[in-house]
């Protein structure tokens, strides 16, 4: 019996010692990975570290169409990021002005923002980044959850041999994450796909404006009001295939319908250029202005929303 129990504790012991080693190999090359190819050429820490350290009284908050979209003017810091769900720019925004008096602020106002997935992404994951600086974040690169949750897809994309490249290009000066190409040259199915893709997941938007995010999305602006900001929610432009491909799915209407509502009825303002007359020279791709569109989009809508 006695064998028995030795040889089990014995294939334990490798057992485990193995799981270790292999666990210790994955953790020590995962974080080669994130430091030598995957930093570098993503913007969130530099994003976070701006987030920190900026003190304008103007801000705008939202996801990529707001990090591509504003560019260039001294009074707004560009506090959007790629992804960005309504309650990461209610968490940020309500960081940020914690400790800096507001005066203008540009909320997004899309329909994809009210999509599920959007709305029930929480800020909770990454609140800390925007909090402080901690020696942990600055150690030990899996502790980012952005790096760390797209661990296994970042792997499959080194060992496919394709190249790690910024796609965005972060300003210092701003917060803007800008790209000058466009998409003029693309083809007509290659520009249906992207579009598609886009519009599956705002083909049902939450237009309940009980919705807890939506009612918290409503705490935040009248909490920026009474500290004295002047709101403006703002509709990003998209082009015009873009919105010939989505004329048949409702989202555009009823989202507009909600966010006038919520304009009314908190007292801000609601700007909306996704119908605009911007030639398709102006945009990355069919969803986001490039850095010309982003210069030209922003005059405009800094006079629409407080001129």
Known sequence: MSFFISSFRNYLNVTLSVILLVGGIFVVSSEWLLRARVAPNQNIERHAEFHRTVSRPGAAFGDSHVAMGIVGDPEIANLGFPGDSLQEVIGKAKLY????????????????????????????????????????????????????????????????????????????????????????????????????RILADQ?????????????????????????????????????????????????????ELLYRALASETGAKYVNFRRNDYPNGLFYDPDHLNKAGAVRFTAEVMRECFQ
């Open 203 to 255: 083909i049902h938007v939450e237009a309940n404006p009980n919705h807890p995010t939506l009612k918290h999305y409503r705490e935040l602006i009248r909490w920026l009001i009474a500290k004295g900001a002047r709101i403006c929610l703002v509709a990003y432009p998209v082009s015009k295939p873009f919105l010939k491909i989505a004329e048949g799915y409702g989202s555009e209407e009823s989202s």
């Open 97 to 196: 002005f914690t400790r800096v008096s507001p005066t203008k602020v540009l909320l997004q106002a899309d329909p994809q923002q009210l999509a599920a997935v959007r709305l029930n992404k929480s800020f909770e994951p990454i609140r800390t980044m925007f909090e402080q600086k901690t020696a942990l974040l600055s150690m030990l690169k899996l502790s980012v959850p952005i790096y760390r949750n797209n661990i296994v897809g970042h792997w499959q994309f080194y060992l496919s041999g394709a190249d790690f490249k910024a796609i965005r290009q972060f300003d210092p000066i701003d917060g803007s994450q800008t790209v000058t190409a466009t998409f003029e040259d693309w083809p007509e199915d290659k520009i249906l796909g992207f579009v598609k």
